[in-house]
C-alpha cells in the first residue's frame, strides 16, 4: 500500500466566508495541516488497508479541520477523516463523541472516485449526518469539494 495524504478544503465557500467574519476562524489541529488551497490530513498506515488499483479498502487519516464563527454559534469539526471505499465508491465518515460519549466515525460524504484522475480525486456529496455536522443552509446530496489522495 501507498503512503497517502488527504488533501481538501471541506468547502472552498465555506472558507471563503469564515475568513470573511470578524471573528472567523479556520484552523488545523495536528497532524493536520492548513494549506493554501485547504487542508492535508495525515495517513494512520496501521489502520489503513488500502488497494489503489481497485479503489478498494479503507484510508484512515489523521488530524482535525476546524471552522468558527458567529461568536460561537457556527463550530464545524472535521476530525480523523476515514474513507471506505468498494470498487471506487464509499464514504468519508469523521469522528464525533469522545468526552462524555464514545468516539463513533459517522458518514459525512458519500464518495466516488474520478474515473482516470492522477493523483486520485473523489467527487464528495453530504450524507444527512453530514447535513448535521455542516448546518441546515446545506442540504442532503450537496457536492462539497473535491477529495485528493495523493500517494506519497
Not at 27 to 41: C, K, M, N, V
Not at 104 to 111: D, E, G, I, S, T
Not at 129 to 148: D, H, N
Request: net charge negative.
Amino acid at each position: 500500500m501507498s503512503d497517502f495524504e488527504l488533501h481538501w478544503s471541506v468547502k472552498d465557500s465555506l472558507i471563503a466566508y469564515i475568513s470573511g467574519l470578524e471573528d472567523g476562524t479556520v484552523e488545523a489541529l495536528e497532524p493536520a495541516t492548513r494549506t493554501e488551497s485547504g487542508f492535508t490530513f495525515a495517513l494512520n498506515e496501521v489502520a489503513s488497508d488500502f488497494n489503489a488499483d481497485t479503489h478498494t479498502g479503507e484510508l484512515q487519516f489523521l488530524g482535525t479541520a476546524h471552522f468558527t464563527g458567529h461568536w460561537g454559534m457556527m463550530n464545524i469539526t472535521i476530525k480523523d477523516p476515514r474513507i471506505e471505499l468498494t470498487s471506487g465508491h464509499g464514504t468519508l465518515s469523521i469522528a464525533q463523541g469522545g468526552i462524555l460519549s464514545p468516539e463513533v466515525h459517522v458518514p459525512f460524504v458519500n464518495v466516488n472516485v474520478i474515473p482516470g484522475s492522477h493523483p486520485l480525486m473523489l467527487t464528495a456529496a453530504l450524507t444527512a449526518e453530514g447535513r448535521g455536522v455542516m448546518g441546515e443552509q446545506y442540504s442532503v446530496g450537496q457536492e462539497l469539494s473535491t477529495v485528493t489522495l495523493v500517494a506519497k
